[in-house]
């Protein structure tokens, strides 16, 4: 979407190998360049590492960030510290990339949000297929020119993805607020079912990410005898942090209680992912039970 974006207004674009935090900056001062499209997970480096002289020197007028939700605290963090606005956006590959997004205009943006719908219509459903009030948590589903119109060679998994009418079912849960702004709170595919209530990773990564020794986290549901599922999350910590898991979970259970902390935390050193940068939660769920 960067490239087609840029090209389709006769622009430049800068297309490094491959990610480097202590080349990054350079890199966007060699090239001039105007915006920049990141991921999350690039996002957390970059403040990892902390400002430089070549991020000091930098022209930017915004950064886009898309692929996956970005945690509040890092775009705040990332936007005090640089000096530099964050827009946040959301597409999926069906939609031909990016389906929300949030205003240029700084003042009207929402931290958390990805936004309001952007070339495409887009609702809140409840599994089968009704539109839910504000304010509840359902499934995204959007519909418009840009949404594919099924799967090459698969009838049943096109059947699967849609409601009737062209509502493609993104997977993503999420709610819409009063101004039409969007929050996605997780996967459907991942959410934790811990004793019948439903409970979304990401409400724990936010918590674990607000943690000052940690760089990066995710938690996922294994199967547990007596509630189904339990939670557990990995946890990448920060150069020359030495942060134990117990004090992790500890942390954790201070802000949202016993219930939804984790009963395990592994210390990694990186988290899987897909091509565009998203976590893989599933994958994780065998480090736990092997």
């Known amino acids: 979407v960067t490239m087609m974006a840029t090209l389709w207004h006769a622009g430049s674009l800068a297309m490094p190998p491959k990610f480097s935090a202590t080349q990054f900056w350079a890199q966007v001062k060699e090239f001039e360049c105007s915006w920049m499209n990141v991921v999350p997970t690039i996002i957390s480096y970059l403040i990892d590492q902390g400002p430089t ?67 495409c219509e887009a609702f809140i459903a409840d599994e089968h297929g009704g539109e839910l009030p504000s304010g509840q948590t359902g499934e995204v589903i959007i519909r ?103 004090e992790l979970i500890d942390w954790v259970k201070t802000q949202l209680g016993p219930f939804k902390t984790p009963s395990q935390i592994r210390l990694v050193a990186d988290l899987p992912r897909g091509p565009s940068g998203k976590v893989q939660r599933l994958k994780l769920v065998d480090s736990f039970l092997g």
């Open 53 to 119: 002289e070549q991020s000091r020197q930098v022209q930017l007028k915004f950064c886009r960030s898309a692929s996956a939700p970005l945690p509040p605290e890092h775009h705040k963090a990332f936007e005090e510290m640089f000096g530099i606005g964050v827009i946040e956006t959301m597409g999926l590959t069906e939609t031909v990339a990016p389906s929300f997004s949030n205003p240029l205009d700084s003042a009207q943006r929402k931290i958390g949000s990805v936004g309001r719908p952007s070339g």
């Open 144 to 246: 418009g020119p840009n949404v594919t119109m099924g799967y090459f060679k698969n009838k049943e998994g096109t059947a699967a993805a849609f409601f009737p009418d062209g509502w493609l079912r993104t997977g993503d849960l999420g709610q819409v607020d009063a101004d039409g702004f969007f929050f996605i709170t997780g996967r459907i595919k991942e959410l934790i079912i811990k004793g019948g209530e439903n409970i979304a990773p990401r409400e724990i990564d936010e918590i674990l990410l607000q943690h000052p020794s940690v760089l990066d986290a995710a938690a996922v549901g294994i199967p547990h005898k007596h509630y189904g599922q339990d939670i557990a999350a990995c946890v990448i910590l920060k150069e020359g942090q030495t942060t134990e898991a117990n």
